[in-house]
């Protein structure tokens, strides 16, 4: 299963809450020592506990961002909804305006995303925000779930504004902050404004995001729209996009510059009576001619296998269920 129960409070009682927590929002109590709250209540813990104990998983909350809520498969990285280094990823179910929105596994030592889970229920309904870039203060020890607008703080273990303003006018690196979820792919506007924090960001070449890339976003999103509808007459598509991060490619020294992007849908489509799923992925880069060919989900997890390994483990981004 994904998401599997809390941890015992025996192996969290170092902590001051001595209480081993789930979730990477709202700290949604489910067992104490010495205490048995009602189901929901929140308790204010310790930064070291926020460090420690909350990124085993993901909040069930977030459970509704993966098909049949079930997390991809990582070797090394996340597996069987478990975090495989607790210190260094980080699972964060994006709350904005009170609502979740998506859901990201980001790497605090690498300050980028290794992806971002999203439902695609319809195009926006809205232009595209100018909203400020925000973060997530719970990363660097805050108790706070709410995303916030970025202030002059640097972080210590995420990617902040001046991380994409060039130090040196001659910088070679020729990137922007490139969206895993699309602000194109957000239903409404909150969603829309949500995708804008840094947690979504990779360092994506500037040519390859305005070109090649985002034309297979538009492409995707025309597919969502007209071949993933259910049953009751919706739209609804389960997506993933993630990014396999460079050996040492590093944005002002900071931040990694992704080797390549990559993505993935899976959807019912009723008038086929049958699931259907396609995959893409490009280089970091754009070259001349450079296309963002589909491909099967069966081929984008073969390739990823040669990033993330493990032992008797391979990479699944979507359940069995979604064709191969």
């Not at 300050?111 to 400020?132: E, H, K, L, Q, W």
């Not at 090649?212 to 993933?228: A, F, I, T, Y």
């Not at 944005?251 to 990694?256: G, I």
Request: proline share 8%; charged share 20%; with cysteine.
């Amino acid at each position: 299963m994904s998401f599997l129960s809390p941890r015992p409070a025996s192996e969290c009682a170092e902590y001051p809450t001595r209480s081993c927590l789930q979730s990477s929002q709202f700290i949604t109590v489910l067992s104490l020592v010495g205490w048995r709250p009602e189901e929901g209540d929140v308790l204010p813990v310790s930064k070291a506990c926020l460090r420690m104990c909350w990124v085993d998983r993901f909040d069930p909350l977030c459970q509704k961002f993966f098909m049949k809520g079930t997390t991809p498969n990582l070797p090394g990285i996340l597996v069987d909804g478990t975090v495989q280094n607790q210190t260094r990823y980080k699972p964060i179910c994006q709350l904005f305006n009170n609502a979740y929105r998506f859901a990201t596994l980001y790497d605090t030592t690498k300050r980028i995303p290794v992806f971002s889970a999203y439902t695609f229920t319809g195009p926006p309904t809205d232009p595209r925000p100018d909203d400020p870039w925000m973060i997530e203060p719970q990363l660097d020890g805050v108790n706070n779930p709410v995303m916030q607008k970025i202030g002059g703080a640097h972080y210590e273990h995420q990617a902040g504004n001046y991380d994409y303003k060039r130090k040196n006018p001659l910088d070679y690196h020729a990137v922007n902050r490139g969206h895993l979820f699309p602000n194109s792919h957000a239903h409404n506007l909150d969603t829309q404004e949500s995708t804008f924090t840094l947690t979504n960001i990779v360092p994506q070449d500037i040519k390859f995001n305005g070109g090649s890339w985002n034309d297979m976003e538009k492409n995707v999103r025309g597919k969502l729209m007209n071949d993933c509808i259910s049953n009751n007459g919706k739209i609804e598509a389960y997506v993933v996009t993630g990014a396999v991060p460079s050996s040492n490619n590093k944005l002002n020294d900071r931040v990694n510059i992704p080797e390549l992007l990559w993505t993935a849908y899976c959807c019912y489509n009723r008038n086929m009576n049958k699931r259907i799923a396609e995959a893409h992925w490009q280089w970091n880069k754009e070259i001349k001619k450079n296309t963002v060919n589909p491909v099967t989900l069966g081929k984008l997890e073969e390739m990823l296998n040669k990033y993330h390994k493990g032992k008797g483990v391979l990479v699944k981004v979507f359940p069995t269920n979604c064709p191969r």
